[in-house]
């Protein structure tokens, strides 16, 4: 398989999509998240949390980078995410690769489909102030950055991984 590259923000599906398709077409399948906790040397779930946004990001954009480039020249998935889209290196890695015959997938999902997959659809404090409406800006401006780099779009909101996955192979 080319690369393929997945994008979206967190909850679209781009680890569970990308580890179907490399169960069924045998790529190999990176996660960014996973790498950069793996460099980090902390646990995924909790990598940002533990030392800090600024380092985190740092850090993604240099594994995105290097996974981006041995995509190109080995081939398979990478749930990239959508936290180092911005980035300059990022963007000239993703291009490249995109030059090359690598595709770029956005994966896209609606905002209320995304909170209950993020645990912010439950009833909360009026102390956390607007939770709900910063995740919403949050999601609408990655989700333009997702767009803008991708070849083909695919919305997660009411598919199961396996048809997710079936769209973005077909």
């Known amino acids: 398989m080319k690369a393929l590259v997945l994008v979206g923000p967190s909850g679209v599906g781009c680890t569970s999509v990308a580890q179907e398709i490399g169960a069924r077409t ?7 998240a996973e790498q950069v906790a793996t460099l980090l040397e902390v646990p995924a779930e909790m990598a ?25 020249s080995e081939g398979g998935v990478l749930a990239m995410g959508s936290g180092c889209l911005r980035d300059e290196g990022v963007c000239a890695a ?11 997938v956005a994966l896209v999902c609606s905002v209320r489909r995304l909170a209950t997959r993020n645990g912010l659809d439950a009833p909360r404090s009026i102390a956390l102030g607007t939770v709900h409406h910063q995740f919403t800006q949050m999601l609408k401006a990655r989700e333009a950055e997702c767009r803008e780099l991708a070849d083909a779009i695919v919305d997660t909101t009411d598919t199961t991984v396996q048809q997710a996955v079936d769209l973005v192979l077909g």
């Open 94 to 104: 993703l291009a490249a690769l995109r030059q090359a015959g690598g595709r770029t």
């Open 26 to 32: 045998g790529a190999s399948v990176w996660d960014l």
């Open 48 to 72: 940002i949390v533990a030392v800090g946004e600024q380092r985190y990001r740092e850090a993604e954009r240099q594994v995105a980078v290097r996974l981006l480039r041995q995509l190109q």
